[in-house]
C-alpha cells in the first residue's frame, strides 16, 4: 500500500472507530474495526510509519476485550477507548502534516544552520575549507557510529580517539538537517550528539519525521555545551536526553559515560505491570513492548512480590485500586523489600482526586497517571523514570570504583 492509500484507509476506519463510540454498542461492529486496526498496523511496517501502528495496534488490544460483549465498555473504560483512538488520529495528522518543509528562522542561512561558531584562522593556523568543500558523509556508514554535528570537528576528533578502543566510530556533521535523519535510521548508528544550540532544530525535525521519532528510540542522544546553563540543561531534558556534557571535559570519562549509557539501551528498560484488569494490563503492555521494552504483567496483587524474583524491573506500574491488596498497601511492600526500595513506582487510577494522588507520592510513589491513559504519556513518564533509574545506577556504580 502507498502512504495515500494508507491513510485513506486510515481516516474510514477511524471514521467508524468514531461512530462506534457515539452510539449504542455493537458487537459485531466491534469486532470490524478492532481487525481492521489490527491488519493496518501490521501493514504500517515503514519504520516512517512506526508510531501510527503503535497507535493502532494499542486501540485494537484494549478493543478486542470488548468486541464479545453485548454490554460494550462504560465509563472509565470508553473513555480509554477513546484516548486511545484519539492517538490514532494525533498521529494521523501528524503524518499528513509530515511534507510541510521546515520553518526555520529567518537568519538561517539556505544551506543550513551553523550551530556553533566556526574557528577563526588564528585558532587553526590556516583558513577553514568552506562548507561545500567538506567531504560528505559516506554512503556506508561504519559499524558502531556514533554522529556528532561539531562544525568544527576538533570535539569530535578528540572523542573519536577516545573512543576508538571501545569499538565506536565517530562521525562529524557541521550541521543537522533532513539527511541527518536518513542518516540516524541507520542500523549501524548508535547514538547522536548534539550542541546544545541545535535543541529547537531537533525538536522541529523531530515534529515533521516520524522516522526521526523512531530513530531516536533505538539511538542514544547527547547533547553538549560550553556552559553550565540551566536553561539549557532544561532543553537536553526535555527531549529526553541520555546525558549533558560541558566542554571542554575530560575526553577520556565523556567517553567511559557514553558506552555505559549505550550499552544500558541493548538491555531494553523493564517494566512491571500490576493490575487486576485484564483489558488495561492488555494494552499497556503492548504499547510498552512496541516501544522497545520489555514486560512482566501481574493480575493477582498477592503475587507481585514473587514476579521481582525472576525480574528485575526498572520501574514498576501499579493500579491503586485492585482487590485483596491495593496499590498503596502493594506500594509499603515494594519499598520495603531490598530489590525494589529504590524502584521508581508509577501508581494509575481513574481517580481525579489531588489529596489522593498526594497521598501516593506521600507514600513513596514517583509519579501518578490519571486514566485513560494516552500512550505518548504511558510511554514518556515509564522511559522518563527508567532512564533515571539507569543514570543513578551507572553514578553509584562510579563512586563506588
Avoid at 512496541?290 to 493480575?299: K, P
Avoid at 511492600?333 to 481513574?350: C, D, E, N, Q, Y
Wanted: hydrophobic fraction near 45%; proline fraction near 7%.
Amino acid at each position: 500500500m502507498t502512504m495515500t492509500q494508507d491513510l485513506d484507509t486510515l481516516r474510514q476506519l477511524e471514521i467508524d472507530a468514531r461512530r462506534l463510540m457515539a452510539s449504542a454498542w455493537d458487537c459485531d461492529a466491534a469486532g470490524d474495526v478492532c481487525e481492521r486496526a489490527e491488519v493496518l498496523s501490521d501493514q504500517l511496517s515503514d519504520p516512517q510509519h512506526a508510531s501510527l501502528a503503535e497507535a493502532c495496534l494499542g486501540f485494537a488490544a484494549y478493543l478486542s476485550a470488548f468486541t464479545g460483549s453485548r454490554a460494550g465498555p462504560v465509563q472509565q473504560k470508553r473513555a480509554q477507548l477513546i484516548a486511545l483512538l484519539d492517538a490514532v488520529t494525533e498521529q494521523m495528522h501528524r503524518l499528513e502534516d509530515a511534507g510541510v518543509d521546515l520553518d526555520l528562522p529567518e537568519d538561517v542561512p539556505e544551506h543550513g544552520p551553523m550551530l556553533l561558531d566556526p574557528p577563526t584562522p588564528e585558532a587553526h593556523g590556516r583558513v577553514p575549507a568552506p562548507i561545500h568543500d567538506l567531504p560528505l558523509p559516506a554512503t556506508k556508514t561504519p559499524v558502531n557510529t556514533i554522529i556528532f554535528i561539531d562544525p568544527s570537528g576538533r570535539d569530535a576528533a578528540a572523542l573519536g580517539i577516545a573512543l576508538e578502543d571501545c569499538g565506536y566510530v565517530v562521525q562529524p556533521l557541521l550541521r543537522l538537517d533532513r539527511q541527518t535523519g536518513q542518516l540516524l535510521g541507520q542500523e549501524e548508528v548508535k547514538a547522536l550528539i548534539l550542541p546544545a544550540a541545535a535543541l529547537d532544530i531537533w525538536s522541529k525535525l523531530a515534529q515533521l519525521d516520524p522516522a526521526l521519532d523512531q530513530a531516536r528510540r533505538r539511538i542514544g542522544l547527547f547533547v553538549v555545551s560550553r556552559s553550565d546553563d540551566p536553561r539549557q540543561r532544561l532543553a537536553a531534558a526535555k527531549v529526553s536526553a541520555d546525558g549533558y556534557f560541558v566542554l571542554p571535559a575530560d575526553v577520556d570519562q565523556l567517553a567511559r559515560e557514553i558506552v555505559a549509557t549505550l550499552a544500558d539501551r541493548l538491555d531494553p528498560y523493564r517494566a512491571l505491570f500490576v493490575d487486576d484488569d485484564l483489558s488495561m494490563t492488555m494494552v499497556v503492555e503492548s504499547v510498552l513492548r512496541r516501544s522497545g521494552m520489555a514486560t512482566r504483567v501481574v493480575h493477582d496483587p498477592t503475587r507481585a512480590l514473587e514476579a521481582i524474583e525472576s525480574f528485575d524491573p526498572d520501574v514498576i506500574l501499579l493500579d491503586l485500586h485492585m482487590p485483596n491488596l491495593n496499590g498503596l498497601e502493594l506500594l509499603s511492600l515494594f519499598r520495603a523489600h531490598p530489590k525494589t526500595a529504590f524502584t521508581p513506582v508509577i501508581l494509575i487510577s481513574g481517580d481525579d482526586d489531588q489529596e489522593r494522588r498526594f497521598e501516593t507520592l506521600t507514600a513513596g510513589g514517583d509519579d501518578f497517571l490519571k486514566k485513560p491513559l494516552r500512550p505518548k504519556h504511558l510511554v514518556a513518564a515509564v522511559v522518563g523514570r527508567a532512564q533515571r533509574a539507569r543514570w543513578l545506577k551507572r553514578a553509584l556504580s562510579v563512586s563506588r570504583r
